[in-house]
């Protein structure tokens, strides 16, 4: 399993990648620390792309199920059972197959509203 944390200011859109995806990894999981954003006008936008060829050409004029993909997480949002803020928003994604050594993943974040940092934590499994 290989891990990648990053710290990001989410202000302005900022581009994370492209990095290589090690053979043998089928699943990417994404978690945003969300414990400040507590203004539910906050929403952050992320677009995944993958690159089957290193990087020559991408997701988004090459479908590979499930890419390209988009999420979307709110601010604000508060947990039924708790009443709690949800402290972290996330994605889990299956990796397209076949392994290949050129695979390649960039994203693209997109902050609409009030303005914060988080911390993502990828993991590629």
């Known amino acids: 399993m290989a891990t990648l944390t990053k710290t990001l200011n989410l202000t302005p859109a900022p581009n994370i990648g ?8 089928s699943q990417l999981n994404l978690s945003f620390d969300s ?10 936008f992320v677009w995944l792309e993958l690159s089957l060829d290193g ?3 991408w ?3 090459v479908q590979t199920a499930p890419f390209p993909m988009g999420f979307e997480a709110v601010g604000g949002a508060i ?6 803020l949800f402290t972290t928003k996330g994605l889990s994604t299956p990796l397209p197959q076949p392994q290949l050594s050129a695979r390649r993943m960039r994203g693209h974040f997109l902050v609409v509203g009030a303005p914060f940092t988080t911390t993502v ?3 590629i499994i």
């Open 35 to 44: 414990t400040s954003w507590t203004d539910e006008n906050c929403r952050l």
């Open 79 to 84: 947990d039924q059972n708790t009443g709690a």
């Open 121 to 123: 934590t990828a993991t």
């Open 18 to 25: 492209p990095f290589n995806i090690p053979l043998g990894a």
């Open 59 to 61: 997701s988004k004029s």
């Open 55 to 57: 990087g020559v050409s």
